[in-house]
């Protein structure tokens, strides 16, 4: 049996929740800063109904439409809506499992049955954000129900869970899963994603190296206009500046370019699948991404983006043996091109491996991502090309590798690419 208390104070938290369904973040607050933040407010300006004020005060606390609850009773308001949760959830299946079960609960009208559910699954999910089943009940009530409004206010309630706990996978499934019960029958879905990409930009500036927020942005790549791709592609590009550590963005960046690439071979419009748009889009991401390795020494994920754009070139843009009927213009503009590629590479490779005599570790870093990146290159590039990056040596990148990462010989020797004779 509940704790009378925990069950009081369950009552209350679910009373704040119904009066003001514009709440839009929680936390949870030490008793401690109850004083504090109770300083400057004469009443509470969130409106919470029957609540006691004496409690709200102390226990709860609410301006606008942000909630705080305090540490002190997470643990009996946890098993309170546990409890609560289950008996709904268990009533809720006998009602719906057959004619027969349902009169067992006849006391209850299939409305109250779900509103119920609704109510504490809820607030337990506010205290524990990946509980499963509480999460797999909503789905159940929302796919019987089909209502879109529903389906709109669980992406808000999602979103207020996340302000807690920025990186719940259960929660941003569940709204992947709201998505894909829209998509079908939703006029405003762009201005949905334009929301969501807007949303995990806000969490990953509080939450860094958030790979479940960034994971659901590349899954909504797949919802979003030709437009929207371009205009993400272009937005993300300052938040990727200021955040050259964090491998996601970039990952996130990748995502767009190569939806939009596939969008091209799709298009009618283009001929013989070279679109001079994106081939200029495709140079510009080469010189940003060139300019942030010489400015921001040794960070890996820049590296890694660069062996991205250099697979997207090859793949799309050097010629091969397919590309013989292309017109003698075409095939003259893509071979000069590709030589000032490669030349360009060479000239970054030679930048980047001169390691000053200092005690910055990052100059080693940088000379080790340059040399391995060369390595890759020489494994990608096949025919003609493979000519032209012979000009790296291949006993000075192995030399290389083996003063600035000694720990990794072993490694070194037995790639193929730095066993070739020269």
Known sequence: MDDPDSLELLDQLECILESDPLIDEVGFIHPSQFAALNEDIVTPSTSVGSVRKSTFGTLFWGRDHKLGISTMVLFPLYVAAKNAFVEAYTNYKVHHRDDKNASTCSSYSPSSLESELMKHSRALLLLSSDFGTAWNSRKLVLSKKQSFSMFMNELIFSSVILSHSPKSEQAWSQRRWVIKMIAGNCSNLQEIMERESELVKKLAERSKMNYRA???????????????????????????????????????????????????????????????????????????????????????????????????????????DHDRSLPSNQRNIRTVDTDMLIDNELELFRACTIVPDCDFEDYQAQATF?????????KQLSGTLAIDIQKVETSRLKSLLTNVCPEKNLLWNSLPELCEST
């Open 214 to 320: 960034w994971n659901h942005r590349c899954w909504l790549v797949s919802y979003m206009s030709a437009e929207q791709l371009l205009q993400e592609f272009n937005n993300s590009r300052g938040w990727a500046s200021l955040n050259v550590a964090d491998n996601s963005c970039f990952h996130y960046r990748a995502r767009l370019m190569l939806r939009l690439f596939e969008e091209s071979r799709h298009s009618k419009d283009q001929d013989a699948g070279f679109n001079p748009e994106l081939h200029e889009l495709l140079k510009d991401e080469f010189n940003w991404v060139e300019k942030l390795i010489n400015r921001y020494v040794g960070r890996e994920a820049l590296w890694l983006h660069r062996r991205f754009l250099l697979t997207c070139y090859i793949r799309y843009f050097a010629l091969g």
């Open 370 to 378: 340059a040399a391995t990146h060369m390595v890759w290159l020489k």
